[in-house]
């Protein structure tokens, strides 16, 4: 699966706290990317933490929400545009994105459907790692009111696309 952050070279960064995790806690590791569009950040994080912890991937599995932003001309709610004409838009559903993750046995990846809300972690003990990629301020806030509260000592916040 497809992963936009591999374009930019964020996927290094990300990877890495998600890899230095295995060696700096003993117990199951649990993580949350909040705005995973094609769903290869998530692929990924539940390769490497197989056996290990469970990563969330939350996402509207049918394009950006562009209602949510503060305008409709603004950066934010166009952002995604290009990506779509680039990659299509098929692979961004939930449809999809479990199949793939099935053939590869990656039962750790949990995908959750749907706008960011104050429920949408509620089921979610605590979080080793996060990351926020929702492009819009609005989203932003509503995501971070949520993870704070639930982001342990010594996990790892990470904020991509913050305007």
């Given at each position: 699966m497809l992963n936009l952050n591999s374009l930019n070279g964020a996927d290094k960064i990300l990877l890495?706290?998600?890899?230095?995790?295995?060696?700096e806690t003993?117990?199951?590791?649990?993580?949350?990317?909040?705005?995973?569009?094609?769903?290869?950040g998530v692929e990924q994080i539940g390769?490497?933490?197989?056996?290990?912890?469970?990563?969330?991937?939350?996402?509207?599995f049918e394009g950006h929400p562009k209602q949510l932003?503060?305008?409709?001309?603004?950066?934010?709610?166009?952002?995604?545009?290009?990506?779509?004409?680039r990659y299509g838009t098929e692979k961004l559903?939930?449809?999809?994105?479990r199949s793939e993750l099935d053939k590869k046995g990656l039962s750790n990846v949990i995908l959750k459907?749907?706008?960011?809300?104050?429920?949408?972690?509620?089921?979610?003990?605590?979080?080793?790692y996060v990351l926020l990629d929702l492009d819009m301020v609005n989203p932003m806030f509503v995501?971070?009111?949520?993870v704070d509260?639930?982001?342990?000592?010594?996990?790892?916040l990470c904020l991509h696309d913050v305007t």
């Open positions: 890495k706290y998600a890899e230095r995790l295995l060696t003993t117990e199951p590791l649990i993580g949350a990317e909040l705005g995973i569009a094609y769903g290869g390769e490497i933490w197989k056996g290990r912890g469970t990563i969330y991937g939350l996402d509207t932003s503060y305008s409709q001309s603004s950066h934010e709610a166009y952002c995604m545009d290009l990506q779509y004409e559903s939930y449809e999809y994105q459907k749907g706008l960011i809300n104050e429920k949408s972690l509620s089921d979610v003990p605590y979080l080793n995501a971070f009111t949520i509260p639930l982001i342990k000592s010594g996990g790892y």
